[in-house]
């Protein structure tokens, strides 16, 4: 079983049949440093995310995951390659308000309450703000009660809550989350990772889940693609195929640990 | 300038500690006997609240003893230096002496302050506009910043005319440069990952003006006003006695002509508790937009 | 590439003030007492105007320099007790506060009958620089990291090592900060000073001026101070370039 859901070789990064929301193609990024000296942050990488489908991208850090997730955000351009958004270049998506993003900083506005930041899309966007569904994200990510709370009367993974009811809010197409419950402590963490199982399942948007923890990268995706790194390749693309619902339960499954601990050994040797 | 903010903070790091030696004492205390709770208490908060004081203040009184021994033991002519006594007597026998000037040197700073605000908030957002507008004015804020504004006010006054004009125009450029400084980097100051938001949002940028760079732009003005707030007054003082405006400074420039020294050194006294206080309310100001915007 | 740019419009921004400069006197848009640089420039090939800014100049930058570092002295040790037995330090921000609060020119008759009219400027500037570095060491003495604190705590270290180990070195960048601002203050402080009866200096250059309407030669005094002023903050500014790479 386990042996099946190896994939040999990085050209199987794209997904068999449904075209691809979300393609990297050969896409290199180098930062210029001082002194017209350069650093390849990312080598020629290939990846595609189908419509609907839930890729983790995992990596020690400095592999140059999160430069992955800013070229699809419109953040960052690659400095060869390509990056397709719905065959399209980020930045459509992004003007026409389609994209979900979440970071490792929570990047709420502190002035601004629960309810507003969630509300706050619709505000820069110009559309009116839809009470019903701010209120009806807020529930969804377990905060009815703290609609009026202003973030730092929040905790580190209600805050966490808030940013991504808030990429979720104008109902993207595409939700990009960037270390999300980064600086959480590990068993707040583990509990957003069930939260977002529930909430993805609920919504089913193509999502990738850029990550360093193996665990949480296998709990939520539907792939694993494994980033390793100076410059970052893709090294290895595992599909994962544990049944969903993904609970508390999964985590005691001999299967489960299977998978995390060959990813935790490549994730090993990528670093030596 | 910009560093006066941290010689006076004082009230937050005192209370903030979640467990000082007096918090933890005095409850328990209260408790062992019921009947003399209040008057012990009372009396408690009563000494700590003197020690505190006194903790604070003992440097300024003992500036003011130091003062009253020299005096008395210089054997000094009440002309050339007159007893604290005689000061804050004058002081609070004559309130109507001082009242008409204070008014005069408060209005001075206050419109000055104004009008800094608005040009300097004003500055900001076109440097922030403008990338070009910014290179230019970069080394004018520069020059500004370490020209010795106050020492210009005979140019200013033979610019724009002796008289109230010279004087606002000195307390508004006092206050412009803090507040132009302040409010430039606070539009700059919003993190990185929330103005990613903004762009991922496709937010226009009068919109991303709007709902992220000018709220996070208020704590830093505030900070910007805390630190011209007193400076704004001593200046309106300034300009008064050396152009003969009505103020504080005219008063003190026509008691010291007149040899009233207890007028002049209550003039002083005036103008330097009121100086005190403004600076106390903009840093009050300063907390509560902080607490708002942050 | 970007560096290139910002000097480009820096050296662009301080070509156009000058050239406003010029242009509003020429202009005359304010008048006979708003003089062309040029023409400011130009009265000092007179020798006896040269001469007579010369010697002011050499007054004013003497009392600034004098207080500048009677002022910076007394502020460290100050700093240096407040920090060594924390029981003072609220009541010596206090102090410093107040003094700070307490309007110049209330300084002058008093000065005047202690220290005389030609101390005067220095004293001023003194107080005027030694506050500025006063709040910069109190708050640079409490820059060091709780962390750093701990680990010297944990190591036992006395009051003194810590100072001299920590607190100190993790002082110098804000030190030099608080410098940098205290030689512009310093300045006016003599400036100020002067106004109170002072033989000489660049202050009772600029009052005399503007009551004889000697328009360039007002103008030539401001300049004066304004460049002593520049100079000595763009030094200490480029120290602390230097400060801020080493400790850092």
Request: some cysteine.
């Amino acid at each position: 079983m386990a042996a099946t859901g190896i994939s040999e070789s990085p050209a199987e990064a794209t997904p068999r049949t449904t075209p691809a929301a979300l393609e990297l193609r050969g896409a290199t990024k180098e930062f210029r440093l001082r002194r017209s000296r350069t650093v390849t942050a990312l080598a020629s990488v290939d990846l595609a995310v189908g419509n609907g489908e839930f890729v983790a991208l995992l990596g020690p850090s400095g592999c140059g995951k999160s430069t992955v997730l800013r070229m699809l955000a419109g953040l960052d351009t690659p400095t060869r390659g390509e990056v397709l958004v719905n065959g399209g270049a980020p930045a459509e998506l992004v003007r026409g308000h389609r994209l979900g993003i979440a970071f490792q900083e929570h990047a709420l506005l502190p002035w601004a309450t629960a309810y507003d930041n969630v509300a706050l899309p619709f505000r820069v966007a110009g559309r009116p703000v839809d009470a019903d569904r701010v209120n009806a994200l807020l529930s969804l990510v377990g905060l009815e009660g703290f609609t009026d709370a202003r973030p730092r009367q929040l905790s580190g993974g209600m805050r966490q809550r808030v940013a991504i009811a808030r990429a979720l809010v104008l109902q993207p197409e595409v939700l990009l989350l960037d270390e999300p419950f980064g600086a959480l402590d590990a068993v707040t963490r583990r509990r957003m990772n069930f939260e977002l199982a529930r909430i993805w399942a609920d919504q089913q948007i193509t999502t990738l889940l850029v990550t360093h923890d193996v665990d949480e990268a296998v709990l939520l995706a539907d792939r694993v693609v494994v980033l390793t790194g100076r410059p970052g390749t893709v090294r290895h693309v595992e599909d994962i195929t544990l049944p969903r619902p993904r609970d508390k339960a999964l985590t005691r499954d001999a299967e489960f640990h299977d998978i995390v601990d060959r990813l935790t050994a490549l994730l090993d040797e990528g670093a030596e | 300038m910009s560093r006066s903010e941290s010689a006076v903070v004082e009230g937050p790091s005192a209370g903030q500690h979640p467990v000082g030696p007096g918090d933890g004492t005095a409850p328990r205390a209260d408790a062992e006997d019921g009947g003399k709770q209040p008057r012990r208490a009372l009396l408690h908060t009563l000494s700590r609240t003197l020690s505190r004081l006194l903790s604070r203040y003992w440097t300024v009184l003992a500036l003011v003893a130091a003062w009253a021994v020299w005096v008395r033991t210089r054997q000094l002519n009440q002309i050339v230096a007159p007893t604290p006594a005689a000061v804050f007597g004058d002081v609070l026998g004559h309130p109507g002496a001082y009242l008409p000037d204070l008014g005069w040197t408060l209005l001075n700073a206050a419109v000055g302050l104004a009008l800094g605000l608005v040009l300097g908030v004003t500055g900001a957002l076109l440097v922030w506009a403008s990338p070009l507008l910014s290179g230019l004015m970069t080394p004018m804020a520069l020059i500004m910043r370490s020209v010795p504004v106050v020492a210009m006010i005979p140019v200013i006054a033979r610019v724009v005319g002796f008289g109230i004009t010279a004087v606002l125009t000195v307390t508004t450029v006092v206050s412009f440069f803090p507040v132009f400084v302040m409010a430039g980097s606070g539009l700059r100051a919003a993190p990185a990952a929330t103005r990613d938001v903004f762009t991922v949002l496709a937010a226009t940028r009068l919109t991303r003006l709007r709902l992220l760079l000018l709220p996070h732009a208020v704590p830093a003005v505030l900070v910007g006003l805390r630190l011209t707030a007193s400076t704004a007054v001593l200046s309106a003082m300034l300009a008064e006695y050396l152009l003969g405006t009505h103020g504080l400074g005219l008063l003190f420039a026509r008691s010291v002509t007149f040899m009233d020294p207890a007028r002049a050194w209550g003039t002083a006294l005036v103008a330097t508790v009121v100086s005190v206080l403004c600076f106390v309310g903009a840093r009050a100001a300063e907390r509560l937009g902080s607490a708002r915007f942050s | 590439m970007n560096r290139a740019r910002t000097t480009v419009l820096t050296v662009a921004g301080t070509l156009l003030l000058l050239a406003a400069m010029e242009g509003v006197g020429r202009l005359g848009v304010l008048g006979e007492s708003w003089p062309p640089l040029t023409q400011v420039v130009a009265a000092l090939d007179d020798p006896i105007t040269r001469d007579l800014l010369g010697r002011a100049l050499a007054a004013t930058a003497t009392a600034a320099g004098t207080g500048f570092v009677a002022g910076t002295l007394v502020a460290l040790v100050v700093a240096v007790v407040g920090a060594l037995l924390p029981p003072l330090q609220p009541g010596l921000d206090r102090l410093a506060a107040v003094v700070n609060a307490v309007p110049l020119i209330a300084l002058g008759p008093l000065l005047i009958t202690t220290v005389g009219r030609e101390g005067t400027p220095a004293v001023i500037a003194a107080l005027a620089a030694g506050f500025a570095v006063f709040v910069a060491a109190t708050s640079g003495l409490g820059a060091a990291g709780a962390a750093h604190r701990d680990v010297f705590r944990a190591l036992g270290s006395s009051r003194r090592a810590t100072l001299l180990r920590l607190q100190l070195p993790a002082a110098v960048p804000l030190l030099i900060d608080g410098l940098a601002l205290a030689a512009p203050a310093a300045v006016l402080g003599a400036v100020v000073g002067e106004w109170f009866g002072a033989p000489r200096g660049l202050g009772v250059l600029l009052v005399s001026s503007m009551q004889n309407f000697q328009t360039d030669l007002m103008w030539a005094a401001a300049l004066s101070a304004a460049v002593i002023s520049l100079t000595a903050y763009a030094a200490l500014a480029g120290l602390r370039v230097a400060a801020a790479r080493r400790f850092v």
